[in-house]
């Protein structure tokens, strides 16, 4: 058996997340999750996966959209800047292990931790047109551990819309080394830096609202959408001074423009001495520059046929030699 400390020390260096198969990723996307991707896999063993059973979990009604969202996902990824070279990109249904760690876990995991999970309660209010009172959806949180140490990262990166499940994780990973022996590190939350990208209408940018930019469209088609966004809506005249605060455009300028253009934005805005439609070239051109790369790559993939389908076949296979090992030691620990 391991000690606590050895596995910590490689568990440092590693890091894990997944995203449901929702479809094309918005920028919204971009700056709340790829992007800490693309910084992690500079520094450490990174895997990243396609969460195609999470999908399951409220999709499980229809299933036809999930298989033809995950290659577009990764495509979507890659475009961006993943680099299957540097990290393991996978279907999380193609390691079957997951799911008999899952089963294991589930044994030891009271069911009071996963009826008092937040997000448990409101999903169930807020898809209130779905039948979610299923044993999966309660189980969520289990299967996502399972998912976790599998690869036993120490980090995990996702949004503050998570920690409730990487508390319930960190309990379950306790209990598991409580009962068998020290041997999962206990993973921790490496929270996405509250990006500001709301949607093109001020709510939150989301497929289902329509408000968002897709990493995949081009010029032509943004364009039009960011001369139809609404300002600072009391800056009625070209010659009423502005607030940037209440403006839709603003944050986006925080994520796309150079600082020093951004406080000449601010200026102008507060001044009425720049007009929207100004402002909104700027941002437009800040867009071209931040999605010409993207662009770029997603040409090259897109003539290379086949290619998501190997990246993902390569990662599956590398992600089953993981999940192996670590089933191996989780069964000698039981006695099975
Ligand atoms: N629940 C995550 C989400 O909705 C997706 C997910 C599933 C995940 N398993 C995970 C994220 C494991 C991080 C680690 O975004």
Redesign the pocket.
């Known amino acids: 058996m391991s000690n606590a400390v050895g596995i910590n020390k490689d568990a440092e260096k590693r890091t894990?997340?997944?995203?449901?198969p929702t479809g094309a990723l918005h920028i919204g996307h971009y700056f709340g999750a790829v992007k800490n991707w693309l910084d992690l896999q500079e520094e450490m063993r990174c895997f990243f996966f396609v969460?195609d059973w999470?999908a399951l979990t409220s999709e499980y009604e229809d299933t036809r959209r999930i298989g033809a969202f995950i290659p577009e996902m990764v495509k979507d990824w890659l475009a961006a800047g993943l680099d299957p070279e540097r990290c393991c990109i996978f279907r999380?249904s193609a390691v079957k292990e997951t799911a008999e760690l899952s089963l294991i876990l589930s044994m030891l995991t009271p069911v009071s931790w996963l009826e008092r999970c937040p997000t448990y309660k409101e999903q169930i209010q807020q898809l209130s047109h779905k039948d979610l009172s299923t044993y999966g959806f309660l189980g969520?949180p289990v299967?996502?551990t399972a998912?976790?140490i599998m690869y036993r990262p120490r980090w995990?990166p996702?949004?503050h819309?998570?920690l409730p499940?990487l508390e319930i994780a960190r309990e379950i990973a306790r209990r598991f080394n409580n009962l068998y022996g020290v041997f999962f590190p206990e993973p921790e939350a490496r929270l996405t830096p509250q990006a500001k990208c709301p949607g093109l209408d001020g709510r939150k940018m989301s497929k289902s609202y329509n408000n968002g930019i897709l990493l995949s469209e081009s010029m032509a088609e943004i364009s039009p959408k960011i001369k139809e966004m609404l300002t600072d809506t009391a800056r009625m005249r070209r010659n009423d001074p502005g607030n940037p605060e209440n403006c839709n455009l603003f944050p986006y300028h925080e994520l796309l423009t150079a600082a020093d253009t951004q406080a000449e934005i601010r200026a102008g805005c507060t001044s009425a001495s720049m007009g929207c439609v100004d402002c909104k070239a700027i941002l437009l051109k800040g867009l071209e520059r931040f999605l010409a790369p993207i662009q770029e790559r997603r040409a090259r993939l897109d003539a290379r046929p086949g290619l998501v389908e190997e990246v993902l076949a390569a990662g599956n296979e590398s992600a089953r030699a993981e999940a192996r090992k670590t089933m191996g030691g989780v069964r000698e620990l039981i006695g099975f």
């Open positions: 894990l997340s997944g995203m449901r969460a999470h999380q969520y299967l996502m998912d976790i995990v996702v949004g819309d998570q499940h």
